[in-house]
């Protein structure tokens, strides 16, 4: 079985519903570490809705969906923050197709379309509970920097330099 990585409308059914699954999971474990228990599921509606992932349409960002055997099964953002800065979001991979490699292909195309949007930096923040992120980041040769932001949640920031594409000869 092998991914396939593209371009996705932020609002596409796929997109959607992983959109969906990532917050969830993410809700569901920041509550339960820090307050016993999981989402309220008004809270999380309220939220699902009112993050729908515009900042991530062209011509400032792009989101990408990851299909393992022709079934969605990750995705990951990028948005441009400055001309030359772009930020990586939204890296999820359903639980059921973890450990398949889909984490890493999905960030190298997300910096690959941080490239195209003329991005030389991509950043990011995440929290200390998810220690596979922030795994995953140094692995890929993140940095971790001081903030670049002020989101309440985030408690790492990473960032790296974008070498430019190689020439294929």
């Known amino acids: 079985m092998t991914w396939t990585i593209a371009p ?19 809700s569901d474990r920041w509550y339960l570490l820090h307050e016993g228990h999981p989402t309220d599921p008004e809270e999380l509606e309220r939220e699902i809705a009112a993050h729908p992932g515009a900042d991530l349409a062209p011509p400032g960002g792009r989101l990408l969906v990851g299909r393992y055997a022709g079934t969605p099964a990750g995705s990951a953002g990028v948005r441009l ?13 359903l ?22 949007l003329g991005a030389r930096r991509i950043v990011l923040d995440t929290r200390s509970d998810l220690v596979e992120a922030r795994a995953l980041y140094t692995r890929l040769g993140y940095t971790e920097t001081g903030p670049h932001n002020s989101d309440p949640y985030a408690e790492h920031w990473f960032s790296k330099e974008l070498r430019p594409a190689e020439a294929v000869s």
Do not use: I, N
């Open 95 to 116: 639980p059921g197709m973890r450990g398949r490699g889909g984490a890493a292909l999905l960030v190298a195309a997300a910096e690959e379309a941080a490239r195209a």
């Open 8 to 26: 996705e409308p932020y609002d596409s059914p796929a997109a959607a519903a992983l959109w969906r699954a990532y917050y969830t999971e993410v």
């Open 81 to 93: 923050l400055e001309a030359d800065t772009a930020e990586l979001t939204r890296v999820f991979v």
